[in-house]
T-cell receptor, first 111, second 116 residues
Framework: RKEVEQDPGPFNVPEGATVAFNCTYS??????FFWYRQDCRKEPKLLMS???SGNEDGRFTAQLNRASQYISLLIRDSKLSDSATYLC????????????FGKGTKLSVKP | DTAVSQTPKYLVTQMGNDKSIKCEQN?????MYWYKQDSKKFLKIMFS???????INETVPNRFSPKSPDKAHLNLHINSLELGDSAVYFC???????????????FGPGTRLTVL
């Protein structure tokens, strides 16, 4: 089983749609969780951290389910500019420990 | 501009050559990393340095040797390049431990290496 798994997509959605991505991780000792965004031929950039209580940043909501070992990202009211690959990142081993990236889920928002 | 910068942006070379990629960050971060993103877009950590000291060294051929002259620089030297080394190499840095943001990665723009 891969350490961090994501549905590669692509998810093709119309503008204004709500879309959700899931990410599962295999190491139960994982401590920190993030979503990154990577545009085509660009570097990844932090989108948001994922906290146990769930957190929201504008149209984006991240959730963590430790019991089932998955995290999710919900995007409401999709914009064309949301088109990108969304990378799930799981960290274990303490501060500045081992970072494991998922392969990413590609989102394409159409007019 | 405060950022992580890498040079060169593109590198095309023949098999068997030795090449280096340079990375600099002016964010005042203590930790720097090298990642490899292959053709399937899988991003994998290669090395991590904290204050010039190696802290993570994943299973990477010893043809790859990182060098950190100071905490703002982490260069990657690759000997005897192979076809399979073709990928995008990203440098990254992260804030000091204890800031609460020490696992946040700030990436450079990447170096696209093509080995012919």
């Amino acid at each position: 089983r891969k350490e961090v798994e994501q549905d590669p997509g692509p998810f093709n959605v119309p503008e204004g749609a709500t879309v959700a991505f899931n990410c599962t991780y295999s190491n139960s000792a994982s401590q920190s969780f993030f979503w990154y965004r990577q545009d085509c031929r660009k570097e990844p950039k932090l989108l948001m951290s994922v906290y146990s209580s769930g957190n929201e940043d504008g149209r984006f909501t991240a959730q963590l389910n430790r019991a089932s070992q998955y995290i999710s990202l919900l995007i409401r009211d999709s914009k064309l500019s949301d088109s990108a690959t969304y990378l799930c990142v799981v960290i274990y081993g303490g501060s500045q420990g081992n970072l494991i990236f998922g392969k990413g889920t590609k989102l394409s928002v159409k007019p | 501009d405060t950022a992580v910068s890498q040079t060169p942006k593109y590198l095309v070379t023949q098999m068997g050559n030795d090449k280096s990629i340079k990375c600099e960050q002016n964010l005042g971060h203590d930790t720097m990393y090298w990642y490899k993103q292959d053709s399937k877009k899988f991003l994998k950590i290669m090395f991590s340095y904290n204050n010039k000291e190696l802290i993570i060294n994943e299973t990477v051929p010893n043809r790859f040797s990182p060098k950190s002259p100071d905490k703002a620089h982490l260069n990657l030297h690759i000997n005897s390049l192979e076809l399979g080394d073709s990928a995008v190499y990203f440098c990254a840095s992260s804030p000091t431990a204890g800031t609460g943001r020490e696992n946040e990665q700030f990436f450079g723009p990447g170096t696209r290496l093509t080995v012919l």
